[in-house]
C-alpha cells in the first residue's frame, strides 16, 4: 500500500470517528416549548380540562350568559375514615360545581342536590349519594339573618333511620345551602327529619 493511500484511510477513520464523536455527544436541540403536568380540574359545566397555554393553566369553557356556576356537596367515604371504619362526618364532603341557569333560588340548588345526578367522572373518583329519596321534596326556604331554615316534606320517612347514614344526609344538604346563600347555621323542619 503506498503513502497516499494510506494517508486516504487514516483521514476516512478520523473523518468518521469524528462525525460518530460529535452525533452521540451534542445533544439535538429541542424545540422550545412547556410541557404541563397531567393533571385535571373539574369545570362548572361538569366538563374536565387539563392544563395548556405557557403558563400550564386550566381554562373551563365560558359560562353561557344566564347561567352561573353552584356548588353541591355529595360524599365519599374513603376521605371520610377513622378508628373503626366510616366516621359519618363533613370530612367525607366533596363539592362538586354545576352550571345552571339564573335566577335560581336555594331552593333550585338543594333540589338539584336532591337529584342525585352524578357525573361519571365522579362516580369513578368514589363521589356517592343517596339521594334521589322517593317522596322528599323541599318545600321552602326562609333565611333570617344568618340562619336558614329549609322545610321538607317526607311522606314515605326516607330520612330517618341510622345515625351515620342520617348524618351524612344532614351534612351534604347543609353544606350546598351554606355555600350557596352565605348562612351560617341550617335548621331543618319538621324536626324529626334527618333523625336516627
Known sequence: ???TALIAVALIVIAGGGWLYFNNTVEPSEPEGVVCTADAM????????GRTGPNCEFVCPEVEEGTREVTLYYYNSALDQGPGGVQCTA???????????TPITVEGVVGRL???TLMPAEVAQRIETEFPLDGLVLVSADQVGDTLTLTFDDPQSQTVGGSCRTAILWHQISA??????????VRFMPEELFQP
Open 1 to 3: 500500500m503506498n503513502k
Open 42 to 49: 373539574q369545570c362548572g359545566d361538569g366538563s374536565y380540562v
Open 91 to 101: 370530612t367525607g364532603l366533596v363539592a362538586v360545581t354545576r352550571t345552571v341557569p
Open 114 to 116: 336532591l337529584a342525585g
Open 176 to 185: 350546598t345551602a351554606k355555600a350557596f346563600t352565605g348562612a351560617a347555621e
